[in-house]
């Protein structure tokens, strides 16, 4: 037997021995790369048991074939789909909210254990009992669980191959890759499950209502949605996979695309027109009827009494609606609409004098005044950086400064007076030494008003974008720190996730919501001039921040950079800073003074190339540094303490640089 199911194996015949020995009898083979076919009169309510010599004449057939478990009538899986379209993970926590948690278990599953929660997982029940087939909550819009039982699929497990070339594993409940498991040794589901699962619920869509909706109520006209557009596009690629029923697949997304029109998405009839050629594309070649019978068996899917049944229940409704589902507006205003608007939500388009000429004339700062800016109010503000560099603890700086006042890195911090909630998602511990070095037992009533949530989100942030701003809305935060963002959503490399979270952010902060965030770079190559190109993952993290400081250094380094890459409106900086570790204090070392490096010019004054070289600490200043440079000089003399002399473009002996000098003191000699 291998240390885990991590190891590769051959297939089938290598496997059922390793099965059998662990108590498991109903080990079925399948083709490789496959997840339907078993062999028949073995699966269903009827089916029956396979015996040692039926096992060892499918090693023989099926030597390098995959392999599933039809449960004993004693075990169910737990089938959790968090991926894609799929709402498992939002409804695997809802039911451990309302049922009580689940003991830790084993799962069977594809994906990395460290990256979803998907998987089987298998608990041990009474004998005999019958069991629903699927968790949904209609109040909520979710589902994506299914219960496998005796009469009801099978567990694809190890050494079987998915479709998408992945190896299925078994996982222990930390997500590492563990032995196969042996049937006595699950733990039991709790009795409140049992009670769920067995009857139905309220709460939860597994009644069959005897009533009929009128299913081409549902079709609705026009062009497809963004929401609608989301599911075709999880239908089409889930029918292009090998190895599974594309009947199952296509009635499970007919039926969610009927659910989006039952509640008003426009396109509907278009996109279940594109999904039928699909359908019918793949399937006409297997049916005997041809084209025409794939034609009637998806109609059927659409117009037959399944879809009507299922459609009369409370709505579930589709993962992507959720996206858009916006909490209601947290405040106490009369005139504010008691019901979204079923196009526009809670923020209906405004007159354009007002969205132009309504806002503020100076841009409130979070942190800095004037010109110079760090966080701007309605904009997310990150901290990058690399390990080890005072993310955390120039956060924790921030904080303070925003709970009981003061400035940071000599700028400004305008106080809060509501709530800050700080997502303290990477190495919690850590965060808590960190933050105990900036507050002492004198900060006790400001406290009061943080609210800190350790470890990652119950649900990955970019598969449920309106998530973040519930959990802002829950503590009534005025301003919400993440720490740290490759914690929030995964993987942040990929552009769809990157902009989900992206709608996440935008969301959270369109609702008077304030964020900083605290992020990677990615390794840099040599010689790069950093930018926001440093940040590490999808473009659209650095692109939806209004402002980006970059911490630069190596892990522990008492003297690093700061660089303002990204600005809202001055450039900060560049700045030296003292990272003092073991007190919890970042403060400025050393910050290039253009005046005084006007002083120390020689006789020629100083040039915008010299000014970067300076700031930016390179002997060859891009333009974009010179133009930087140039911006902060002619600053300086619009402020009366330099004096500009322009340059010419003659020939190359005649040419010259604009140069700045420091301004004589006016000494009144013009009035004596």
Aim: charged share 20%; glycine share 10%.
């Amino acid at each position: 037997m291998p240390q885990t199911t991590n190891d590769a194996a051959d297939g089938y015949a290598h496997a059922a021995p390793l099965y059998w020995n662990a108590g498991w009898r109903g080990i079925l083979p399948l083709h490789r790369g496959y997840k339907k076919t078993p062999p028949t009169g073995y699966t269903g309510k009827t089916g029956t048991t396979p015996s040692y010599p039926d096992i060892c004449a499918w090693a023989d057939l099926y030597p390098h074939g995959n392999l599933c478990l039809r449960l004993p009538d004693n075990i169910i899986g737990i089938d959790v789909d968090a991926y894609g379209a799929k709402t498992g993970a939002d409804t695997f926590l809802e039911a451990q909210q309302r049922w009580g948690i689940l003991p830790p278990t084993v799962r069977s599953t594809s994906r990395s254990g460290t990256e979803s929660i998907s998987g089987i997982r298998l608990y041990r029940t009474p004998p005999g009992l019958s069991f629903i087939e699927n968790i949904e909550f209609s109040d909520r819009g979710i589902g994506d669980i299914e219960i496998i039982q005796h009469k009801h699929r099978y567990v694809l497990a190890w050494p079987s191959i998915h479709p998408e070339n992945r190896m299925y594993q078994w996982l222990d409940p930390d997500g590492n890759p563990t032995t196969i498991p042996h049937p006595e040794q699950l733990p039991q589901l709790p009795q409140t499950w049992l009670q769920h699962l067995t009857q139905p619920d309220d709460s939860a869509n597994v009644s069959i209502d005897s009533q009929k909706f009128h299913t081409p109520n549902a079709l609705t006209a026009g062009d497809p949605s963004a929401l609608v557009a989301a599911r075709l596009r999880q239908a089409i690629k889930e029918l292009n996979l090998p190895g599974q029923s594309r009947h199952i697949t296509a009635r499970g997304h007919v039926l969610a695309l009927l659910r989006l029109g039952k509640t008003g998405e426009h396109g509907v009839k278009q996109a279940l027109i594109l999904l039928g050629e699909t359908f019918i594309a793949f399937v006409a070649k297997d049916r005997a009827g041809g084209t025409d019978e794939a034609r009637r068996e998806y109609r059927a899917m659409i117009l037959g009494p399944g879809a009507a049944t299922a459609l009369a229940q409370p709505s579930p409704t589709d993962w992507t609606r959720q996206l858009t589902t916006e909490p209601p507006p947290q405040n106490n205003d009369e005139t504010a609409p008691a019901d979204p608007h079923p196009i526009w939500g809670y923020h209906p388009p405004i007159d354009g004098n007002q969205f132009i000429f309504g806002q503020p004339d100076t841009i409130p700062a979070l942190w800095g005044e004037k010109d110079e800016v760090l966080w701007i109010s309605g904009e997310a503000f990150m901290i990058a950086g690399g390990m080890g560099l005072g993310k955390t603890t120039l956060a924790g700086q921030l904080l303070k400064a925003q709970l009981c006042g003061g400035t940071v890195l000599g700028l400004p911090v305008t106080p809060i007076n509501g709530n800050i909630l700080y997502l303290a998602m990477d190495r919690p511990r850590q965060i808590a030494r960190s933050l105990r070095r900036q507050f002492d037992t004198t900060h006790q009533e400001q406290l009061r008003r943080l609210f800190i949530r350790p470890g990652p989100p119950p649900i990955d942030l970019a598969a449920d974008p309106a998530r973040l701003c519930r959990m802002a809305d829950e503590v009534d935060a005025t301003a919400v720190y993440i720490d740290s963002l490759k914690d929030a959503a995964v993987p942040l490399s990929k552009d769809e996730i990157g902009a989900a979270y992206n709608r996440a952010r935008q969301f959270t902060l369109n609702h008077d919501h304030e964020i900083c965030e605290l992020h990677h770079n990615r390794k840099p190559a040599k010689d790069t001039i950093n930018g926001v190109h440093e940040i590490y993952g999808s473009v659209w993290l650095a692109a939806g921040c209004g402002s980006i400081v970059n911490l630069i250094g190596e892990p522990g380094d008492p003297i690093i950079e700061f660089r303002h890459i990204k600005q809202p409106l001055d450039e900060v900086g560049p700045y030296r800073l003292l990272n003092d570790i073991e007190n919890g204090i970042i403060e400025i070392e050393h910050e290039i003074d253009l005046l005084t490096l006007t002083d120390t010019a020689a006789a020629d004054g100083l040039t915008a190339t010299g000014a970067a070289a300076a700031l930016f600490g390179c002997e060859k200043p891009s333009r974009a540094q010179e133009a930087k440079a140039r911006r902060r000089l002619d600053r300086l003399t619009a402020s009366g303490h330099l004096t500009r002399i322009d340059g010419n473009h003659g020939g190359a002996t005649d040419r010259t640089k604009t140069a700045w000098f420091r301004r004589a003191p006016d000494t009144g000699w013009a009035n004596a």
